[in-house]
């Protein structure tokens, strides 16, 4: 059975805080994404890569940074929290750039007080 | 630029009916895809059903199926005999082929009564 891990389901942080949120896949896929989740807002897409090492800005990049080391692994970094990015924070895979849907963790529950 | 317009906050409905959700979509590119996904209380995204832009008929998937308007850019989900466990948030989302991003709507919370 595929498989997307999210290291922790649920985190609460002080602001100025740092943040690491690891996810892992199994599946040999080639692109991983982060994406926000906000009630009436959806998912916002902050990075993506589509290789190791490789990575890529999405549409609300500010605040965050990524790392992908190893082809499984894509972490998402919070140098110093805000209260703004309290949220739901989801991670995802995709086989390759011309295949279809994503596959997604369950997802980080993140409040920063 | 790509646009998801879910118009539907939330949605009623009974058991054992059918119910369609709303996606309508603005892209300017002629090919596309497009999902369904579905997430339940737990949180995780289940993938339901795609069409790709191209695609001569309605994709299907046991009790989903894509009403797919190219003309009108709307990509409905419709549930046929709605079950309790149907419960949930649904995206409608838009892919580009070989583009890497994939956009989604705000969703539109489903409710299956008894």
């Known amino acids: 059975d595929v498989k997307v891990t999210q290291s922790s389901r649920y985190l609460v942080k002080r602001t100025g805080e740092k943040v690491f949120l690891e996810c892992v896949q199994d599946?040999?896929?080639?692109?991983m994404f982060w994406y926000r989740q906000d009630p009436g807002l959806g998912l916002r897409l902050i990075y993506f890569s589509y290789d190791v090492k490789m990575k890529e800005k999405g549409d609300i990049p500010e605040g965050y940074s990524v790392s992908r080391e190893k082809k499984e692994r894509f972490s998402l970094i919070l140098e110093s929290t805000s209260t703004n990015q309290t949220s739901m924070y989801l991670c995802?895979?995709?086989?390759?750039?011309?295949?279809?849907?994503?596959?997604f963790g369950e997802g980080s529950r993140l409040t920063v007080l | 630029a790509q646009k998801i317009t879910q118009t539907q906050p939330g949605m009623f409905v009974q058991e054992k009916e059918a119910v369609t959700l709303d996606c309508t979509y603005d892209?300017?590119?002629?090919?596309?895809?497009l999902f369904w996904y579905k997430q339940p209380s737990s949180g995780e995204m289940i993938f339901l059903i795609y069409q790709g832009s191209y695609d001569q008929q309605n994709a299907t998937e046991g009790r989903y199926s894509l009403n797919f308007q190219k003309a009108r850019k709307s990509a409905n989900l419709v549930i046929s005999a709605s079950q309790l466990g149907d419960s949930a948030m649904y995206f409608c989302a838009m892919r580009a082929p070989g583009g890497f991003k994939t956009i989604f709507g705000a969703g539109t919370r489903l409710f299956v009564k008894a």
């Open positions: 892209t300017s590119d002629p090919s596309y895809g």
């Open positions: 995802a895979s995709r086989m390759g750039q011309q295949t279809g849907e994503l596959f």
């Open positions: 599946m040999d896929h080639e692109n």
